[in-house]
């Protein structure tokens, strides 16, 4: 039996936490590690559920919002940046997978 994991959480945590584990420790492969795990994780689901495009699609939308987030920051400020960036990939995450389930 499978069972349909919601990715949108795991992506907006992976970003919201990536950076959360970054600020806290100052060092960044361990940020690295959070947002990979739950890209991975996340990843994992869509294969899964969606097929190989919407896969690739939301990956890309997930290292889009991580790399967005840099220059957005100094416009808004760091954590209004990270969670916009956690709330349009999880918006993503939702949109073309997540609901089907």
Do not use: E
Not at 52 to 78: E, N, Q, R, V
């Amino acid at each position: 039996m499978s069972t349909t994991v919601p990715t949108a959480p795991i992506v907006a945590a992976g970003l919201v936490g990536g950076f959360a584990v970054g600020r806290a420790t100052k060092q960044r492969t361990l940020a690295g590690v959070v947002l990979a795990g739950a890209g991975v994780a996340a990843g994992t689901q869509w294969a899964k559920t969606s097929g190989p495009a919407t896969t690739a699609a939301l990956t890309a939308t997930y290292l889009a919002a991580f790399g967005l987030s840099h220059p957005l920051a100094k416009k808004i400020g760091a954590w209004p940046s990270v969670f916009t960036a956690a709330a349009a990939s999880a918006a993503a995450a939702w949109v073309f997978n997540d609901r089907r389930g």
